[in-house]
């Protein structure tokens, strides 16, 4: 049902921010042509005359549908050509609006809603769709992007060729070494250019002697080849970051994306139509990678994971910006990320899963002394031994307690400090009496076995009875226990997902997920000043489904100071500042230096101190004080309102130097980490930020051997050893 694009129908959606335009074309088809920050797009509208088929508003592909596409790509889906516009409404909210365009598919019957939450004080648009089945028969959907986006960058730059001009950035994670990201060009990462579709002569060929009426072979310029980023199992951060970003070289515009969903998702970028448009699907589960599919019943309706995403005039880090600024909109309002308490916990490089009440007090008494504010206990209080593969009660050992766990949770409270605890809610262990006695619909079931993972059993949240238990539970750590900060952990996954009482596994995965949020959700409105640290083997679960609700995230369960070093300064990539908590854990044989890094790992983000501040030396804890006084004078009250700088690009682990910092208007600190060797001398360009007027060190303060320098916003720092780190107040004009 190809139609006209005409430029007079073309329908424009601006807050102060955003910008959203599509347009209904001949055929009554919605084409979304533009979303992004705010610019004049009548030029680019006019541009589209050759591939005006491209640019679906909706991805949409139903069982039995016909692909309308080559390999495994999501472009041109079953759907995406049969759909109509029906109408649209435009709803003005607080800090922006929200558009909704309706389409129908006569011949599936099926209404299909696209929404799109536009801000007033972000670039950023907020994504997702539903589908409801108005007919008289069932419809199976195999995938329905949350965000789909032809023309993808090329406003300024079409026909060129993106294949050269963009940069695509994939943040590759593993266990203790998070958002790693790597970038490459798209013709790098396997995509040609083809420009449009060509047509071969054969006039001359042995079929036209046979009497084949056609004279030439139309050949598509359109790639088989798919950029894809997949995540399977309830790590929503296994392998990958649910985020990507795009760079345009020859036109130095950006975008930059997130899928908000707790488990499995997929985005992909692949050449469309004729090979001259570059195409961004973002969606939560789906058929084809996995393993998702939903029947929807007459009446019966689904809605997907929400999205993000931004494009804007400038380089990568403007559209973080830009995206910082839209996660604090999405985020559940509440003091802690206004605040930013100090958090001590005992993990990391001190007690390790092994506290006792002997243990802990004199760790409280120095991380009161030090200035902490909030004091964790982790895991393994609930056993006497080897805690790993018995958990699930969570009841205090009384051999680790002897005088009750509320010993230590109210000692922590006479010095001032609110008490925590570690919690992973989401298992059982395979050697829990407790969990042996529970029937099979309490967990993850494959071909009628429980599902185990690393001697763990996996809570199935679709069953009410889970919710009930594990609420109750939060309920005795908060109301008997005294606890006003939950550490809630998650080390081990559930794999695609379960198939007991599933219409397929990763149908039954997504309930699951949406469940455990859920939950949450409950949690905080009984306890809305609970603290709860979301913490997946540390940083595997560092989705904004999760981080939402959430208002701290565990970046990373990294124990070599200097490889930490590099994942705090990238963390803000995925999360805000303000959510990221970075140990500091000064080692029991470390020195002076090794002391005031670990503490620079921590000072532009969230404070998770740690390690044997009771037996280090008086010189090295009045280091640890020093940075967490600093850190409530002078920078904590900037970071809810700062926004992440990256002179010096994304650091990656085992980088030589690494430079990261925060902006808040004119005032910007930065940390400069030197790990080299020797009278190494770190450069730092700020111009970008605005002119210098003075920059000055604030951790640690006093004599230095640091030497700087600044010339022309370009900053030189001298450091006369390696692993060195220094923090700095730079004013901007």
């Keep these: 049902m190809a139609g006209t694009i005409d430029s007079a129908d073309l329908i424009s959606i601006q807050t102060k921010r955003a910008q959203l335009n599509f347009i209904v074309d001949t055929g009554r088809q919605a084409k979304l042509l533009y979303v992004g920050c705010l610019r004049d797009v009548s030029d680019w509208v006019q541009q589209l005359k050759p591939v005006e088929d491209a640019f679906s508003l909706t991805e949409l592909q139903v069982a039995g549908g016909d692909f309308k596409h080559k390999g495994a790509k999501h472009a041109s889906t079953s759907e995406s050509y049969e759909l109509t516009y029906s109408d649209h409404t435009v709803e003005d909210l607080e800090n922006g609006k929200l558009v909704t365009v309706h389409e129908i598919d006569e011949t599936c019957s099926l209404d299909v809603y696209s929404y799109f939450r536009l801000y007033d004080n972000t670039a950023a648009v907020r994504s997702w769709k539903k589908v409801k089945n108005h007919g008289t028969a069932p419809v199976t959907v195999e995938y329905l992007a949350s965000?789909?986006?032809?023309?993808?960058?090329?406003?300024?730059?079409?026909?060129?060729?993106?294949?050269t001009h963009d940069d695509m950035y994939i943040a590759h994670n593993s266990w203790t070494t998070e958002l790693q990201w790597q970038k490459d060009s798209i013709q790098h990462l396997g995509m040609p250019y083809f420009g449009q579709d060509y047509e071969v002569?054969?006039?001359?060929?042995?079929?036209?002697?046979?009497?084949?009426?056609?004279?030439?072979?139309?050949?598509?310029?359109?790639?088989?080849?798919?950029?894809?980023?997949?995540?399977?199992?309830?790590?929503?951060?296994?392998?990958?970051?649910?985020?990507?970003?795009?760079?345009?070289?020859?036109?130095?515009q950006s975008a930059f994306w997130q899928?908000?969903?707790?488990?499995?998702?997929?985005?992909?970028?692949?050449?469309?139509?004729?090979?001259?448009?570059?195409?961004?699907?973002?969606?939560?589960?789906?058929?084809?990678?996995?393993?998702?599919?939903?029947?929807?019943?007459?009446?019966?309706?689904?809605?997907?994971?929400?999205?993000?995403?931004?494009?804007?005039?400038?380089?990568?880090?403007?559209?973080?910006?830009e995206m910082t600024v839209y996660r604090r909109n999405i985020r559940r309002v509440n003091a802690d990320d206004q605040r930013l308490p100090v958090i001590f916990n005992d993990y990391m490089n001190c007690l390790m899963g092994d506290p006792t009440s002997a243990k802990e007090f004199p760790l409280i008494d120095a991380a009161a002394k030090a200035g902490c504010e909030y004091f964790v206990v982790d895991c393994g209080w609930y056993d006497d031994g080897y805690w790993w593969d018995t958990v699930g009660e969570w009841q205090p050992s009384k051999k680790r307690f002897p005088n009750g766990i509320e010993e230590v949770t109210d000692y922590?409270?006479?010095?001032?400090?609110?008490?925590?605890?570690?919690l992973e809610p989401e298992v059982m262990g395979i050697r829990s009496d407790f969990a042996n006695t529970l029937p099979d619909d309490w967990f993850f079931l494959r071909n009628g076995k429980r599902v185990v993972d690393i001697d763990r059993y996996l809570l199935d949240f679709r069953n009410p009875a889970v919710v009930d238990y594990v609420t109750k539970v939060v309920d005795r750590l908060v109301n008997e226990y005294h606890v006003g900060y939950i550490k809630m952990d998650y080390n081990v996954t559930t794999g695609v997902g379960t198939d007991y009482h599933a219409e397929n596994?990763?149908?039954?995965?997504?309930?699951?997920?949406?469940?455990?949020?859920?939950?949450?959700?409950?949690?905080?409105?009984?306890?809305?000043?609970?603290?709860?640290?979301?913490?997946s083997s540390g940083g595997m679960r560092h989705d904004y489904g999760m981080l939402s609700k959430d208002s701290i995230q565990s970046v990373s369960d990294q124990t070599d100071y200097t490889l930490n070093a590099a994942i705090s300064g990238?963390?803000?990539?995925?999360?805000?500042?303000?959510?990221?908590?970075?140990?500091?854990?000064?080692?029991?044989?470390?020195?002076?230096?090794?002391?005031?890094?670990n503490m620079c790992n921590a000072l532009l983000c969230r404070i998770h101190q740690?390690?044997?501040?009771?037996?280090?030396?008086?010189?090295?804890?009045?280091?640890?004080?020093e940075g967490i006084a600093t850190y409530k004078r002078e920078i904590r009250q900037h970071i809810p309102h700062a926004v992440p700088v990256w002179p010096n690009g994304f650091p990656h682990v085992y980088d030589d130097e690494i430079v990261y910092g925060i902006r808040d208007g004119q005032t910007l600190y930065l940390g400069v980490w030197n790990n080299l060797k020797a009278n190494h001398q770190v450069e730092v360009d700020l111009s970008a930020y605005g002119d210098v007027t003075s920059l000055t060190q604030v951790y640690p303060g006093g004599q230095d051997a640091i030497r700087t320098s600044v010339t022309n916003s370009i900053g030189l720092f001298t450091f006369p050893q390696a692993k060195m780190a220094r923090i700095f107040k730079v004013t901007l004009k």
């Excluded at 899928?259 to 499995?264: H, Q, T, V």
């Excluded at 922590?412 to 570690?422: E, N, Q, R």
């Excluded at 303000?578 to 002391?595: F, H, M, N, R, V």
């Design 570 to 597: 990238v963390a803000a990539t995925a999360i805000t500042p303000e959510q990221s908590a970075i140990w500091s854990y000064p080692l029991p044989k470390g020195d002076k230096e090794e002391t005031i890094y």
């Design 505 to 535: 596994r990763g149908k039954a995965l997504l309930d699951h997920n949406r469940a455990v949020l859920a939950w949450r959700d409950s949690l905080y409105q009984k306890y809305p000043d609970l603290v709860i640290e979301n913490c």
């Design 259 to 321: 899928i908000e969903n707790n488990g499995a998702w997929h985005y992909e970028i692949e050449n469309h139509y004729d090979g001259s448009i570059l195409n961004l699907e973002l969606s939560g589960p789906e058929e084809y990678d996995n393993q998702f599919w939903t029947t929807l019943k007459p009446g019966d309706e689904f809605t997907t994971v929400t999205a993000a995403f931004v494009q804007v005039d400038g380089s990568l880090e403007t559209a973080i910006d």
């Design 610 to 625: 740690s390690g044997y501040l009771n037996k280090i030396s008086a010189e090295r804890l009045a280091y640890v004080a």
């Design 201 to 252: 002569d054969v006039s001359d060929s042995d079929d036209q002697e046979s009497g084949d009426p056609h004279m030439g072979v139309y050949l598509s310029g359109s790639s088989s080849k798919r950029i894809g980023v997949t995540n399977n199992s309830s790590w929503s951060c296994s392998e990958y970051s649910p985020n990507g970003g795009l760079h345009n070289r020859a036109t130095n």
């Design 147 to 163: 965000f789909n986006y032809s023309g993808l960058l090329q406003q300024d730059d079409y026909p060129g060729n993106y294949a």
């Design 412 to 422: 922590i409270a006479t010095k001032g400090m609110v008490p925590g605890l570690w």
